[in-house]
C-alpha cells in the first residue's frame, strides 16, 4: 500500500509538472509548484486541484499564530475577498474596538471606510500612534492584504485652529496624522505602492462644528479602501514587474 501511494503521488506530480509547462502565466505556474510541493509534503491536493481547475480557493497557513502586534487569527485565513465580503470578516474581529466606539466601518460610494475617532489613536495635537491601537491597525492590514484594491489614509480635523511648534494649522495636523497611520500599516505588511495619504483639516466634517460632541466626531483618520471607480481616479501607476 505504501508503495502504491508512493507511486500514485509521483505519477501525480508528474502529469501537473507537464501542465504547468504548457502554461504561458508564469504566476499561475509558480502557484501550481508550490502547490505540488505542498501536496507531495503530506498536505491535502485539495488546493492543488481547485487552481488548476481555476477556482478561488481559501489560502490558510497551518499552525499559523498570532502575531505579536496581538492580531487574532482568522482574517489571514482567506484570500481574494470583495469588499462587500470583507466588511461582515472585518466587523467581526474588530468587534470589541466597534463597541467602544474606538473604530467604526461602512461601505460608501468610494469604498470601504475604516474610520478612527482621533482619540483613539493619537493625543490632542500630535501626530505619534499610540502603542494601544497597534493591535487595532493590525487587524486592519491582515485584512487589506487579503485584497488588491488600493487604500488612502485620510486625515479630518475640527475647525478649531492650531498654531504650535510643530503644526502650523489644521491642514498639517490632518496630513501628518495621515502619514503616521500609513506608515504603520507598511510595517504591519501592508505594500507602500499600494497606499495613499490626503489631508483634509476641517473642509470635509461629518457633523457641526459649533458643539464639543461634534467637534469630536469631526476629528478622525479614516482608512479608505477604495473600490474600482475610485481607483480608477487615482494616478495612473506604472504596471509591475
Do not use: C
Request: proline share 6%; glycine share 6%.
Amino acid at each position: 500500500m505504501i508503495s502504491y501511494a508512493d507511486f500514485i503521488t509521483l505519477l501525480f506530480g508528474f502529469f501537473v509538472v507537464m501542465f504547468a509547462t504548457t502554461q504561458t502565466d508564469s504566476a499561475k505556474a509558480q502557484k501550481v509548484s508550490e502547490s505540488v510541493k505542498k501536496a507531495l509534503q503530506g498536505e491535502s491536493f485539495k488546493d492543488t486541484w481547485a487552481l488548476l481547475l481555476g477556482e478561488k480557493i481559501n489560502v490558510k497557513t497551518p499552525g499559523q499564530q498570532p502575531d505579536a502586534g496581538g492580531a487574532k487569527p482568522g482574517i489571514a485565513d482567506r484570500s481574494g475577498l470583495t469588499l462587500a465580503q470583507m466588511q461582515p470578516i472585518l466587523s467581526k474581529a474588530l468587534q470589541q474596538e466597534i463597541q467602544s466606539g474606538r473604530v467604526a466601518i461602512h461601505m460608501t460610494s468610494r469604498g470601504l471606510t475604516i474610520s478612527f475617532p482621533q482619540a483613539a489613536l493619537f493625543p490632542s495635537g500630535e501626530d505619534e500612534i499610540s502603542p494601544d491601537s497597534y493591535a487595532t491597525v493590525q487587524k486592519i492590514a491582515n485584512a487589506m492584504n487579503q485584497v488588491r484594491n488600493p487604500a488612502r489614509a485620510e486625515g479630518h480635523t475640527d475647525s478649531t485652529p492650531i498654531h504650535n511648534s510643530r503644526f502650523r494649522s489644521n491642514w498639517e495636523l490632518s496630513a501628518a496624522r495621515s502619514i503616521a497611520l500609513m506608515e504603520l500599516f507598511t510595517k504591519f505588511g501592508v505594500a507602500r505602492e499600494r497606499l495613499s495619504i490626503a489631508g483634509y483639516a476641517d473642509t470635509a466634517p461629518i457633523d457641526k462644528n459649533d458643539t464639543e460632541e461634534g467637534r469630536r466626531r469631526n476629528r478622525r483618520v479614516d482608512i479608505v479602501i477604495l473600490n474600482d471607480s475610485a481607483a480608477k481616479a487615482e494616478p495612473d501607476r506604472p504596471p509591475g514587474p
